[in-house]
T-cell receptor, first 116, second 113 residues
Framework: AQTVTQSQPEMSVQEAETVTLSCTYD???????LFWYKQPPSRQMILVIR??????QNATENRFSVNFQKAAKSFSLKISDSQLGDAAMYFC?????????????FGKGTSLLVTP | NAGVTQTPKFQVLKTGQSMTLQCAQD?????MYWYRQDPGMGLRLIYY???????DKGEVPNGYNVSRLNKREFSLRLESAAPSQTSVYFC????????????FGPGTRLTVL
C-alpha cells in the first residue's frame, strides 16, 4: 500500500492568518488522486479538497488551496484567513487511479488549533 | 437527503459478544466501504463492496464479516468481539469504486471491554 506521511502532529494558527499543512506520499504510480479531509470534534469526515495527479494546476476551494509537487511527491494544504471553525484534525489521503484504487490510504493526521 | 447514516453512534461490548454495525446511503451509490480509525492513526479499510452483490477484503479484514444487503445498505459484523477491535468505525460510499470521492458517515465509537 502507498504510504502517506504527515510530519506535523499539531499546528497552531491565529485567526485570520495563513497556515500550511504538509503531506508527502510514496508511490510508483503515475496516475492517482490526493485528498485533504477535515475531521472536527463531531468525528464527521469532510472532504476539503482533491487533486488529480495528471493535472498540473493546483486545486483551490475558497480559502483552501494545495501545493502539489508531483516530482517531490508532496501535497501541502494552505488555509488562508483561518477561522475558528477550521480547528480540526486534517488528514491527507491517497487513492490509486488503477484497478486496485478502491481504498483511500490515510496519513496519521495533523491537529490544527486556531486561536483568537 | 441524509447522505451516509450509521447506527449505532456508540456501543460498548464485552469480549466475545457479537454485534452488527449498520450503514445506509441514499445517494444511489454503487460502492460502499468500511474503515476503522484507531487513536493517532488515519482510517484503514476493512472491507468494501464495489457493487451490489460483491464484497472484498481491505487492509484489516480479520475478525469481521460484511453483508451488502441491497444497494443502499452495507453492514459490518463482529462475530466475537475482542479488545483490539475497540475503535471508531466509518462507513463510506462512492458513485462507483473508481470514483474520486468517498463520502463518509458520522462514525460509530465501539468499545470492547
Amino acid at each position: 500500500a502507498q504510504t502517506v506521511t504527515q510530519s506535523q502532529p499539531e499546528m497552531s494558527v491565529q485567526e485570520a492568518e495563513t497556515v500550511t499543512l504538509s503531506c508527502t506520499y510514496d508511490t510508483s504510480e503515475s496516475d492517482y488522486y490526493l485528498f485533504w479531509y477535515k475531521q472536527p470534534p463531531s468525528r464527521q469526515m469532510i472532504l476539503v479538497i482533491r487533486q488529480e495527479a495528471y493535472k498540473q494546476q493546483n486545486a483551490t476551494e475558497n480559502r483552501f488551496s494545495v501545493n502539489f509537487q508531483k516530482a517531490a511527491k508532496s501535497f501541502s494544504l494552505k488555509i488562508s484567513d483561518s477561522q475558528l471553525g477550521d480547528a480540526a484534525m486534517y488528514f491527507c489521503a491517497y487513492r490509486s487511479a488503477g484497478n486496485s484504487g478502491y481504498a483511500l490510504n490515510f496519513g496519521k493526521g495533523t491537529s490544527l488549533l486556531v486561536t483568537p | 437527503n441524509a447522505g451516509v447514516t450509521q447506527t449505532p453512534k456508540f456501543q460498548v461490548l464485552k469480549t466475545g459478544q457479537s454485534m452488527t454495525l449498520q450503514c445506509a446511503q441514499d445517494m444511489n451509490h454503487n460502492s460502499m466501504y468500511w474503515y476503522r480509525q484507531d487513536p493517532g492513526m488515519g482510517l484503514r479499510l476493512i472491507y468494501y463492496s464495489a457493487s451490489e452483490g460483491t464484497t472484498d477484503k481491505g487492509e484489516v479484514p480479520n475478525g469481521y464479516n460484511v453483508s451488502r444487503l441491497n444497494k443502499r445498505e452495507f453492514s459490518l459484523r463482529l462475530e466475537s468481539a475482542a479488545p483490539s477491535q475497540t475503535s471508531v468505525y466509518f462507513c463510506a460510499s462512492s458513485e462507483e469504486w473508481w470514483s474520486q470521492t468517498q463520502y463518509f458517515g458520522p462514525g460509530t465509537r465501539l468499545t470492547v471491554l
